[in-house]
């Protein structure tokens, strides 16, 4: 299996408990107030990567640091229209479906900027992947034609411009650096929602670990999504590839005695599709065998 895809599955795995967990949390709390105490959850992430990349920190590409930081800074800018819309009493189901279009935006970005090339059968997994995103999440027919396509715009358009400066950064720089430096753009807008968010009286022990669990997740997801890019993986492919991670949160709810609908088992046949078409390659020894000698 090629290091891109171990570590793009590692993604969808952790991507995949953090949804399930956000699940568990249900509304204990606010969604500022998750932000805001998830951003903890960023520490057990941090510091290792603080300490493993700190003397390459000379050598690093400043051009590939603040491409992070502007991938991380970007994906904060795409959650505060995200939560001011779900603050706002915005139809929450609808507005999720809707945002998880995102992966649409960096593989445009990714086959329009950066020349990515697909074969047949990945472009088939494209389209497949972003139709079982789209029957994970959505809720009504009409979401795609309702005004409220206009709201989740924003967040569409930088989450997807997000992930494909992920994918930029790591030309220049290694994922650990990367990895920090994008995370760390997180802090501020943890920060922001702690002074902004009232706070309840006393919120409980099982709140605190599912909270801090929570960042702790979305910030592996994202070292191991920046491990991927890496480790020469085409974003129009890990972007789709990664999003499918709701497979793994209905596999937490299936064990945990929930069940399922029949468009989360369409969304889970298409998603399988989708994996073994995005994850396919032609053989290297084919490749060589009919490439020309130098």
């Known amino acids: 299996m090629p290091a891109w895809l171990t570590r793009t599955l590692v993604a969808l795995a952790s991507w995949g408990v953090w949804a399930f967990?956000?699940?568990?949390?249900?509304?204990?709390?606010?969604?500022?107030?998750?932000?805001?105490?998830?951003?903890?959850?960023?520490?057990?992430?941090?510091?290792?990567l603080g300490l493993r990349s700190r003397a390459s920190w000379r050598t690093t590409s400043r051009k590939g640091l603040w491409l992070a930081l502007a991938g991380g800074a970007i994906s904060c800018l795409g959650n505060v229209p995200y939560?001011?819309?779900v603050a706002r009493g915005e139809r929450f189901a609808a507005l999720v479906s809707?945002?998880?279009?995102?992966?649409?935006?960096?593989?445009?970005?990714?086959?329009?900027?950066l020349r990515e090339r697909l074969n047949r059968v990945q472009l088939a997994g494209v389209v497949l992947a972003i139709g079982a995103i789209w029957l994970f999440n959505v809720s009504e027919q009409a979401a795609l034609v309702s005004p409220l396509v206009l709201i989740a715009l924003p967040p569409i358009l930088l989450w997807g411009l997000s992930g494909f400066l992920q994918k930029v950064a790591t030309n220049y720089v290694a994922a650990e650096p990367a990895a920090l430096?994008?995370?760390?753009?997180?802090?501020?807008?943890?920060?922001?929602?702690?002074?902004?968010?009232?706070?309840?009286?006393?919120?409980s022990t099982r709140t605190w670990a599912v909270v801090l669990a929570l960042g702790f997740f979305l910030a592996f997801g994202n070292y191991a999504v920046l491990a991927a890019f890496a480790r020469s993986g085409k974003a129009a492919v890990i972007a789709p590839l990664v999003n499918l991670y709701p497979v793994v949160s209905i596999g937490c709810a299936l064990l945990m005695g929930e069940s399922v609908g029949r468009r989360?088992?369409?969304?889970?046949?298409?998603?399988?599709?989708?994996?073994t078409a995005l994850a396919w390659e032609p053989s290297t020894a084919n490749t060589a065998a009919t490439s020309p000698r130098t």
Request: glycine share 8%; hydrophobic share 60%; charged share 5%.
């Open 98 to 113: 809707l945002t998880a279009l995102a992966p649409a935006v960096t593989v445009f970005l990714a086959v329009l900027w």
């Open 264 to 275: 989360e088992l369409a969304g889970i046949g298409c998603a399988l599709a989708a994996v």
């Open 83 to 85: 939560y001011a819309a």
């Open 21 to 48: 967990l956000s699940r568990l949390l249900g509304d204990a709390l606010s969604a500022g107030q998750s932000q805001a105490l998830s951003t903890l959850g960023l520490l057990p992430i941090l510091v290792p």
């Open 181 to 203: 430096v994008y995370l760390a753009a997180f802090v501020p807008l943890g920060i922001y929602y702690a002074v902004r968010e009232p706070w309840p009286a006393t919120i």
